[in-house]
């Protein structure tokens, strides 16, 4: 899968969604810990990952294993789109739990070295070190929710209000709106640059309304 693949915003059957799996508590004596995969290849290590651990019953080892996407919103072909973008590319972050002297479980080390794709734990051979508490806040926090497609329905935008524009090149420029194309999802917006009043278009995603 490429980078800034489009995704259909939701799960499939093999792992619940990121942000719910963010949301979660990790049990008395997980910690995480960062793999090292194939580039292309952390959707796949992930889902066989966490098959294997279902069948090998090894829940009790190992909980969530994550790939953090941002998910951001594109225009294409006049359709909005959410993309996923990786963070970590060629890494997955998996919680577990490991002996007491670090090194990890036999049966666990086996089922992961043995699927395709996987490299080696950041850390010493056969004891990987885990993350750092403030890394394993960034790594979640990262990981955002997915917006819901926003339509020039909720957004109660009518020509002739004035709008602020929050993402772009034209970003916390305010103007008023000169034209809208449902169709295409662009909005024609009159701002002033370098005082004269140039007419940009953005999308409508792009704007938010400026209350009186």
Request: charged share 30%; with cysteine.
């Amino acid at each position: 899968m490429n980078e800034n693949e489009e995704q259909d915003v939701g799960a499939g059957e093999v792992s619940p969604p990121v942000d719910a799996a963010v949301e979660q508590e990790s049990p008395p004596g997980m910690k995480w810990y960062v793999l090292r995969v194939a580039s292309n290849k952390e959707e796949y290590v992930r889902d066989t990952l966490l098959r294997k651990v279902k069948i090998e019953g090894l829940d009790d080892r190992v909980n969530r294993i994550l790939v953090p996407t941002l998910k951001e919103k594109r225009m294409k072909a006049g359709v909005l789109k959410i993309v996923e973008r990786k963070l970590y590319p060629g890494y997955v972050f998996v919680e577990m739990a490991c002996e007491d002297d670090g090194s990890i479980a036999e049966d666990v080390w086996f089922l992961i070295k043995e699927t395709t794709s996987v490299g080696d734990f950041i850390g010493s051979v056969g004891k990987p070190t885990p993350m750092p508490e403030h890394d394993v806040v960034a790594m979640l926090a990262a990981s955002q929710k997915a917006e819901e497609q926003p339509s020039l329905a909720n957004l109660g935008v009518l020509i002739g209000d004035v709008v602020k524009i929050t993402d772009g090149p034209f970003e916390s420029y305010e103007g008023e709106v000169d034209s809208i194309d449902e169709r295409s999802g662009k909005v024609s917006v009159i701002v002033s640059i370098f005082g004269r009043s140039t007419p940009v278009q953005v999308g409508y995603w792009q704007i938010e309304k400026v209350e009186e």
